[in-house]
């Protein structure tokens, strides 16, 4: 089977962002989270591999928090990885 990109984006309020970012981890798929403010520049860009777990998303979460905490307003744009029928 190949795998095949696609990617979608959600906007959401400050305070939601931790949360959503937290979920689309936990989904497991995901392969790249970009955070961007409401004007759509870019401020933190999440690679994702398979078994980033624990420890290692500590400081990811920590960071993600930071900028929740200053923008009001943001897009989370992801990058998915689907499997596709050969």
């Known amino acids: 089977m190949a795998a095949k990109k696609k990617e979608e984006s959600f906007k ?3 305070e ?5 970012v937290k979920q689309l981890i ?3 798929n995901i392969r790249k989270i970009t955070i961007k403010d409401k004007s759509g520049k870019t401020l933190i860009v999440l690679p994702l591999t398979i078994g980033v777990v624990g420890a290692v998303l ?3 979460l ?5 900028i929740a905490a200053l923008v009001t307003e943001c897009t989370i744009s992801v990058e998915r990885e689907e499997k596709r029928k050969s």
Do not use: Q, T, Y
């Not at 939601?16 to 959503?20: E, P, V, Y």
């Not at 920590?62 to 930071?66: M, S, T, Y």
């Open 12 to 14: 959401v309020k400050g």
């Open 16 to 20: 939601h962002l931790l949360a959503k």
């Open 26 to 28: 936990n989904e497991g």
């Open 58 to 60: 500590a400081p990811v």
């Open 62 to 66: 920590a960071a993600v928090g930071a």
